[in-house]
């Protein structure tokens, strides 16, 4: 069975700092999707990123960095001088890639999720 | 291009009652998925349409809840009778049947929904 842990329940920082959101994921297939959704105060779940698991260069968009190693099974986001519009929910998500329509057509198995505040 | 959309943004409903709650997805996307999270916990998965045939149904809690996508267009999520333990957000989503992109699913905001 698929699981994802997001050991970090609630992070709080000050404007500026750097963050790290942990994602630690089980899984028996070979061949898997991990992703990073944020969940700002709207309510809707926004995409961030998706990595399959032949892919573990680390990737950098803007201030969002993550890093991917099968070797421990982890997955985790750094967002590097935070800022208040950074403050929601994000959720690591992990899928299987089965089925002809590829992995981003397959049910998500997500973590807990972790609630990033950025205090101005 | 609209996202998808979900409707109502809150309910509230008392144990006992009945509550549809309906997803309208990006148009033309053929998967349908619906999530929901618990207070708390993790999303989790319900089910997933492909146009209008269940792909997979193996998240459905009980036969309480319903989904139907009648046409292959939009779904909706019947809870009846709903229980206290029902309440929470659910989340619709969908995606092309073979998308080549890497952008995985379009989330629509969620139905929050609480059983008093």
């Known amino acids: 069975a698929q699981k994802v842990t997001q050991a970090q329940t609630e992070i709080s920082v000050v404007e500026k700092e750097d963050v790290t959101l942990d994602c630690v994921y089980e899984?028996?297939?070979?061949?898997?999707?991990l992703f990073w959704y944020k969940q700002p105060p709207s309510g809707e779940l926004v995409f961030l990123i998706r990595?399959?698991?032949?892919?573990?260069q680390n990737e950098i968009s803007g201030r969002y960095s993550w890093n991917f190693q099968k070797s421990t099974s982890s997955f985790n986001f750094t967002i590097t001088a935070s800022q208040v519009v950074d403050s929601a929910v994000y959720f690591c998500?992990?899928?299987?890639?089965?089925?002809?329509?590829?992995?981003?057509?397959?049910?998500?198995?997500f973590g807990k999720g972790t609630l990033l505040t950025v205090n101005p | 291009e609209a996202g998808v959309t979900q409707f109502p943004s809150h309910s509230v409903i008392e144990k006992g009652q009945t509550v549809t709650l309906r997803c309208d997805p990006i148009?033309?996307?053929?998967?349908l998925y619906w999530y929901r999270r618990v207070m708390g916990k993790e999303i989790k998965f319900l089910l997933h349409?492909?146009?209008?045939?269940?792909?997979?149904e193996s998240g459905m809690p009980n036969n309480r809840f319903l989904a139907e996508r009648t046409g292959g267009t939009y779904s909706t999520l019947k809870v009846q009778p709903a229980e206290l333990e029902d309440s929470g957000v659910y989340f619709c989503?969908?995606?092309?049947?073979?998308?080549?992109?890497?952008?995985?699913?379009?989330f629509g905001s969620g139905t929050r929904l609480t059983v008093v």
């Open positions: 989503a969908s995606s092309q049947l073979r998308t080549g992109n890497d952008y995985g699913y379009t």
């Open positions: 899984t028996r297939d070979t061949t898997y999707y």
């Open positions: 990595r399959n698991s032949f892919d573990e």
């Open positions: 998500a992990l899928s299987e890639a089965r089925g002809s329509s590829g992995g981003s057509n397959y049910k998500l198995t």
């Open positions: 148009s033309g996307h053929d998967n």
């Open positions: 349409f492909v146009k209008e045939s269940k792909q997979d």
